[in-house]
């Protein structure tokens, strides 16, 4: 088994696209939670005031680790509940982060409502998934994707 990398963060704040990045440059098999989430079934519901499907952690935790497990090579995972999969499966754990004011504009330019824009700040601002992986022990590496992804921060 080879240890994952994962990489997790507030919506927009660059995970999908430095996960891709990560795992061309080293030649690992790239995840989405979101296609895992689909494929398993993982999904349990809707919340209606946050605009967002409700997943089962433990459940999605689990299935990740089968893949880690699974695989011969180093999976990177990409999505903001990616921090669940245990400390032990995981050698690194990215977190992507951006200036609140450019998040506030990748989100609208997603067209989400101006309830999910403010939601998704707040979580920015209170480092959420940050606070989350350092709870779960993980190592953790910070990119600022505000300004762009110097090469040089990908080196791991
Ligand atoms: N380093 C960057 N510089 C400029 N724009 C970026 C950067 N990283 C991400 N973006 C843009 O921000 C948006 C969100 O990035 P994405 O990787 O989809 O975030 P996430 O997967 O965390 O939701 C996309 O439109 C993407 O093109
Ligand atoms: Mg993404």
């Known amino acids: 088994m080879k240890?994952?990398?994962?990489?997790?963060?507030c919506p927009g704040t660059g995970k999908t696209k430095v996960a891709k990045l990560i795992s061309k440059k080293r030649g690992c098999e790239y995840v989405g939670t979101k296609?895992?989430?689909n494929e398993f079934g993982l999904v349990e519901g809707y919340d209606k005031?946050?605009?967002s499907f409700?997943?089962?952690t433990d459940k999605l935790s689990k299935v990740l680790v089968g893949l880690i497990k699974k695989s011969t090579k180093t999976l990177v995972i990409d999505g903001h509940l990616s921090?669940?999969?245990p400390?032990?499966?995981?050698k690194l754990c990215i977190i992507t982060k951006c200036d609140i004011k450019i998040l506030k504009k990748r989100l609208e330019r997603?067209?989400?409502s101006k309830s999910k824009v403010r939601d998704n700040l707040d979580a920015e601002i209170f480092d959420t998934c940050h606070v989350e992986a350092l709870e779960f022990g993980h190592k953790i590496k910070v990119i600022d994707t505000s300004k762009g992804i110097r090469p040089s921060s990908l080196a791991l």
Do not use: L, W
Request: proline share 0%; hydrophobic share 40%; no cysteine.
């Open 3 to 9: 240890k994952a990398i994962v990489v997790s963060g």
């Open 54 to 56: 409700i997943v089962d």
């Open 49 to 51: 005031k946050m605009k």
């Open 35 to 37: 296609n895992v989430i």
């Open 110 to 112: 997603r067209g989400y």
């Open 83 to 85: 921090h669940y999969v």
């Open 87 to 90: 400390r032990k499966y995981v």
